[in-house]
Nanobody, 128 residues
């Protein structure tokens, strides 16, 4: 069982930056691939970024490439999402997720169904 708690969301102007963090409980954090998803009102939850258990491989949605960076610190049981050059269309609730697979499959890592545990979400609002 893993419990995930996101933090770091807030209101920021377009062009600004935010760093989201997701703290995991338990001593098996390093055995989980981690992902970030987001969901805007009235829309489905979509993939943003993922990272393998050891942090060696990352994947990004096209909308996040070049602007967002996912990283993890297994010693601190935490995964991060650094978001730069934010746009109004990045406004959404952001969720972190933990999956039991390796996270090395680009196809599977982008699927919400590949993740077993989810946080409660943190709101990001980007004003124009």
């Amino acid at each position: 069982q893993v419990q995930l708690v996101e933090s770091g969301g807030g209101l920021v102007q377009a062009g600004g930056s935010l760093r989201l963090a997701c703290a995991a409980s338990g001593r098996t954090f390093s055995s989980y691939a981690m992902g970030w998803f987001r969901q805007a009102p009235g829309e489905e939850r979509v993939f943003v970024a993922s990272i393998t258990r050891d942090g060696g491989t990352t994947y990004y949605a096209d909308s996040a490439k070049g602007r967002f960076t996912i990283s993890r610190d297994n010693a601190k049981n935490t995964v991060y999402l650094q978001m730069n050059s934010l746009k109004p269309e990045d406004t959404a609730a952001y969720y972190c997720a933990a999956g039991g697979g390796s996270g090395t499959s680009s196809y599977l890592s982008r699927r919400a169904t590949a993740y077993d545990y989810w946080g409660q979400g943190t709101q990001v609002t980007v004003s124009s």
